[in-house]
């Protein structure tokens, strides 16, 4: 089955800083490629997502970057604000998989980001 | 507005006391899955409905327990709950099965933190 390994598992930056999270899947037929920001207590929530068919996509300070050869994905937020801290999670699935009944999330460990004011 | 609505948010039982976790919905989707979510490590799939088609994941123990009564409704049921057992239980909804459509985005709850005695 799929693996996705993500790094690091703790980051820490100054107010205004960026920040890079990276992961690295096993399955060449994973697709679609979902980041996840979960907050203290709550639930994870969807805030970017990238297609196996782009390179990369932005949406105001954040941007996520796909390199399929290497089987790598990256998230980046700059100019970092205290709201910014939480725990980010990759994950991946493979959809319209043919034989695969119904798909499945695949998370990364997780990222603790912590943004200092 | 809440989508996906987990009552309670906390949750003490006692050791092997059947315990029963509540998730509705106001999105109206076909798919609603559970997620155990153990400190510093990433949810993990305990099963998910696809409107009243039951699917267990492979290493979830025989002591959870799921009900749909209808499709605004699951219900998680841990008959026996041990110490090892206590987490954050987390509801999530999709419209339709991840593999069926590109892009298709899995909404989570908050949560209910379950404390074994």
């Known amino acids: 089955g799929e693996n996705v390994e993500q790094h690091p598992s703790t980051l820490s930056v100054q107010e205004g800083d960026s920040a890079v999270i990276k992961c690295t899947y096993s399955d060449s037929a994973s697709n679609y490629f979902p980041w996840y920001k979960q907050e203290l207590g709550k639930g994870p929530q969807l805030i970017i997502d990238i297609r196996s068919n782009v390179g990369e996509k932005k949406d105001q300070r954040i941007a996520v970057t796909l390199n399929k050869t290497a089987k790598h994905f990256s998230l980046h937020i700059t100019e970092t604000q205290p709201e910014d801290s939480a725990v980010y999670f990759c994950t991946t699935y493979l959809s319209n998989a043919g034989g695969t009944s119904y798909g499945k999330l695949t998370f990364g460990q997780g990222t603790i980001l912590t943004v200092h004011p | 507005d809440a989508m996906v609505i987990q009552n309670p948010r906390y949750q003490v039982t006692q050791f092997g006391k059947p315990v029963t976790l509540s998730c509705s919905q106001t999105?109206?989707?076909?798919?609603m899955y559970w997620y155990q979510q153990k400190s510093s490590q990433a949810p993990k799939l305990l099963f998910h409905?696809?409107?009243?088609?039951?699917?267990n994941e492979a290493d979830t123990p025989d002591n959870f327990q799921s009900r749909r009564p209808n499709t605004s409704f699951c219900f998680l049921d841990i008959r026996s709950p041990g110490l090892g057992d206590a987490a954050m239980y987390l509801c999530?909804?999709?419209?339709?099965?991840?593999?069926?459509?590109?892009?298709?985005?899995?909404?989570f709850g908050p949560g209910t933190r379950l404390l074994v005695l």
């Open positions: 999105l109206n989707h076909n798919v």
């Open positions: 409905y696809y409107d009243k088609d039951f699917n």
């Open positions: 999530a909804t999709s419209r339709v099965p991840l593999s069926a459509v590109l892009q298709e985005t899995q909404y």
